[in-house]
């Protein structure tokens, strides 16, 4: 899976949001709140990676299990499901 372009990310306080910007507005006009872990899968997503390789990257990145990381991808990737960010 891979994110489309038309989503920008930007820290706003303690949090980071990503909106759509462009073309994209027209199907997607809110915005995705996210922590400092979302924002790092977010950034992973720019290039075409695996739910595995998602939860390799948060090992590498935070020190955790695989189980822990594995559960944190899946509630992302449930959390920006009906947002349009990732490609078909």
């Known amino acids: ?3 489309k372009d038309g989503f920008v990310m930007r820290k ?3 949090r980071w949001v990503v909106v759509a910007v462009g073309e994209e507005s027209k199907h997607f006009n809110g915005m995705v709140r996210m922590n400092d872990s979302g924002a790092f899968l977010y950034r992973q997503l720019e290039q075409e ?5 998602l939860a390799l ?3 590498q990145e935070y020190g955790i ?3 822990t ?3 944190g991808v899946d509630k992302f990737l449930e959390a920006i499901a009906d947002t349009g960010i990732l490609e078909d």
């Open 65 to 67: 299990d695989e189980a």
């Open 57 to 59: 990257a948060m090992v």
């Open 12 to 14: 706003v306080g303690e």
């Open 69 to 71: 990381a594995a559960k």
């Open 1 to 3: 899976m891979k994110r």
């Open 49 to 53: 990676k695996t739910k595995e390789e």
